[in-house]
């Protein structure tokens, strides 16, 4: 038995969710990945996994194990890739967790390029707005918007939102336009709330005009804690929006949001990609930091502290 061949027909195993599944990925036969996993369950002596007719589940020792084969397989993916030098292709997997609107506006559409530049890359992509554990989860990096408040994290700074308020026609022909942020708090005008992962709670945007400073919540009869339900909602005539420009531009142009109280400013938000202190940053990590980088800074490039 190769130990190599079999750790990775065992973590497949398990990723897949079936040893047919897996011996497709590996493009082996269901009956070599299937001995190369009793092979190694009779080197260790224990089960790894339990085995069904519709399913396959780790045992409490194979999810021990499957934690610490899975570090092995990525460490020799990354070793053997240093020894190559600066023209080394990535490869491996990558595990990264994005929001939901950036996933789907920016992320997956430039995808082919990623995939053309690194084809031995294996993305593994969770998309959602909620609060990752990094090293639980075995993530390798999380792109957020917004403040980190988790400062145990390595962060880099990869872009910072525009932010703009819009309404659909519909809200507005229903209500009217506000003619001021303050309406938004103690009117009949409501908001769509974000419900932040970090808190569970909505919270205030800064708004500025001259002298003039504001911290807006509103009221609203709907929040959500997901960006696209958010512009969901908005298109539907729930509330009012902030968006970050990426987000609103497709629906302005097409008239489905209308831009609100143009001569305010918002407070920008940032983007950052954030990964463990102790996570290994691997060349197949490092190359996928570069490309999201470049790829936010042609939407939402980052602004120095001077504005500039």
Avoid at 39 to 60: D, G, P, Y
Avoid at 104 to 127: E, N, S, T, W
Avoid at 221 to 227: F, N, R, T
Avoid at 278 to 285: D, F, M, P, V, Y
Wanted: proline share 5%.
């Amino acid at each position: 038995m190769d130990r190599f061949d079999a750790m990775q027909a065992f973590a497949r195993v398990v990723e897949a969710g079936s040893f047919t599944k897996a011996a497709e990925t590996l493009h082996m036969s269901k009956t070599s990945v299937t001995q190369l996993v009793q092979q190694l369950e009779a080197r260790l002596r224990v089960k790894l996994l339990n085995r069904t007719t519709r399913k396959v589940n780790l045992t409490a020792d194979g999810a021990v194990y499957y934690e610490r084969v899975v570090r092995l397989l990525d460490d020799l993916d990354d070793a053997e890739t240093s020894l190559s030098g600066a023209s080394a292709q990535p490869r491996g997997r990558l595990r990264v967790d994005v929001p939901s609107p950036f996933a789907r506006m920016i992320l997956v559409p430039a995808l082919p390029d990623f995939h053309a530049r690194y084809p031995d890359i294996q993305l593994d992509l969770g998309v959602s707005d909620r609060i990752v554990d990094l090293i639980g989860e075995k993530v390798d990096c999380v792109v957020r918007g917004g403040e980190l408040t988790d400062q145990s994290l390595m962060a880099r700074r990869i872009g910072d939102l525009q932010l703009g308020v819009y309404a659909a026609p519909s809200y507005l022909a229903r209500l009217g336009a506000p003619a001021h942020p303050r309406e938004l708090e103690d009117s009949v005008h409501r908001v769509v709330g974000f419900l932040w992962a970090r808190t569970g709670k909505a919270l205030p945007y800064a708004m500025r005009r001259g002298d003039e400073s504001l911290q807006i919540n509103g009221r609203y009869v709907v929040a959500v804690d997901d960006g696209n339900a958010y512009l969901a909602a908005g298109l539907a005539g729930m509330g009012i929006l902030w968006l970050p420009a990426y987000m609103a531009r497709e629906h302005v142009a097409q008239g489905e949001l209308l831009p609100l109280f143009e001569d305010w400013r918002l407070e920008s938000m940032p983007m950052y990609v954030a990964f463990a202190p102790n996570r290994h940053i691997s060349l197949k990590l490092r190359v996928f930091i570069e490309w999201v980088a470049e790829l936010t800074a042609q939407h939402a490039p980052v602004i120095d502290r001077h504005g500039r």
